[in-house]
């Protein structure tokens, strides 16, 4: 899960990291309430989960209130790499001396976090990356020892900060370092760490990703999310427990473990059509979880057939058969659906949906043979 900018810096600061004290709105009125409040030139900051809004149009300066509203009329509403902007930051204009990029991430290949910094911030850091790696300076932290003060150092040494900042630097690095971990974070970056005005060092833009599979003991994160973001499928599918993502093809595809799912989806493609999501009912799945899922799936236009591929082990396919026939009795549908339903009651499974004699039923005994079955229902529907 990602947080906004907004959301990244309120924890940012709770850790001592120093932020502007800016504060978000949803209309160009309240904008200018704030930027009054404020004083002084401010930023308006379009909050989308994406990055790259300053080359977008999504970051403006405004001397006053009224240019703050102006702009703020502008950018709300606006579309972002196709994300609609519903809410802006409205932060104290900082005068800027240089930028700097400092983020903390998961480097798998090393099994440890790494701190990386440069002196080249406000860019994205890829972009630095793949120009000139040589001025990304990293230090990986071993999870038992913590971030050392040597480290730091390091990383300021590197990228031949100013040694009155030191200091300061060490202070941000410690507390991004905090925020991510006790946050269970894959991701905490600020960029650019500007140095401002006065010579302080001051966050301006801030990025988190937390871990989705820790988010059950953060419920405080967990209340960040923001669903007007994400299709409303994909949030339907979390509140039933199902892991969905929507995908542009034409077969819906309802599969048990997350291996046989993508196996499925491969499968779809190995014969001319392509899946329309990635779907996995989990094991033991109720007939509930199972109509949720055949809902969700059916709420997308774009599929033209259902492919079901149950492999039952704690999963049973008796249940599997019924949740089918709950879903079907409260959602129409008949476009064609492709069962292939094998192992635990399986035989029961079947009689079910036999017993049901739906006319759009197909079955299928193997995977292959229901995959192609599949995509010839798809093209000819
Ligand atoms: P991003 O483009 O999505 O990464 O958004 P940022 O928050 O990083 O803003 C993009 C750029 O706008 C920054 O790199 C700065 O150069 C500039 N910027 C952001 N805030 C301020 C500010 O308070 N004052 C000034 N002068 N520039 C700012
Ligand atoms: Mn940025």
Avoid at 11 to 28: D, H, I, M, N, T
Avoid at 142 to 170: C, S
Wanted: charged share 25%; proline share 5%; aromatic share 4%.
């Amino acid at each position: 899960m990602n947080l906004h900018e907004y959301q990244s810096k309120k924890l940012f600061a709770k850790y001592g990291v120093p932020v502007p004290e800016g504060k978000v709105a949803r209309s160009p009125q309240e904008v200018y309430e704030i930027a009054k409040e404020l004083g002084g030139p401010v930023v308006v900051k379009a909050q989308v989960l994406t990055g790259g809004r300053g080359k977008a149009g999504g970051v403006k300066l405004a001397q006053t209130p009224d240019e703050a509203q102006a702009l703020a009329d502008e950018i709300l509403g606006m579309e972002i790499k196709g994300h609609k902007v519903l809410r802006v930051l409205v932060d104290p204009a900082s005068e800027i001396k240089q930028e700097i990029y400092l983020g903390v991430t998961n480097d798998r290949a090393a099994r440890k976090p790494v701190l990386m910094a440069s002196a080249e911030g406000g860019v994205e850091i890829e972009e630095v990356n793949r120009r000139s790696p040589e001025k990304i300076i990293r230090e990986h932290i071993d999870p038992f020892l913590g971030l050392r003060d040597y480290q730091i150092r390091n990383l300021a040494y590197g990228i031949e900060l100013p040694r009155e900042l030191w200091k300061q630097f060490a202070r941000v690095a410690h507390g991004l370092y905090r925020c991510y971990v006790e946050s269970d974070a894959t991701l905490a970056e600020i960029n650019p760490l500007i140095v401002d005005g006065s010579g302080n060092l001051l966050a301006v833009d801030g990025k988190m990703s937390v871990d989705d599979n820790a988010l059950f003991r953060h419920p405080d994160l967990a209340e960040m999310r923001d669903t007007s973001a994400e299709p409303p499928a994909e949030t339907e599918a979390r509140a039933a427990g199902l892991s969905y993502i929507k995908l542009d093809g034409e077969i819906g595809c309802m599969v048990n473990g997350a291996g046989l799912a993508m196996t499925t989806m491969d499968m779809t493609k190995l014969f001319g059509g392509s899946p329309a999501n990635f779907l996995d009912i989990g094991g033991g799945a109720k007939a509930e979880t199972v109509a949720a899922a055949l809902r969700i799936i059916l709420s997308d236009p774009n599929v033209k057939a259902v492919l079901f591929n149950i492999f039952g082990g704690i999963t049973r396919c008796d249940e599997v058969a019924r949740g089918i026939l709950a879903a079907l009795a409260d959602v129409q549908a008949d476009l064609p659906m492709v069962v292939r339903l094998v192992g635990t009651n399986e035989k029961e499974g079947r009689q079910i949906l036999d017993e049901a004699n739906l006319p759009n039923m197909i079955t299928a005994s193997t995977l292959a043979d229901a995959a192609k079955k599949a995509v010839a229902a798809a093209k000819s529907a």
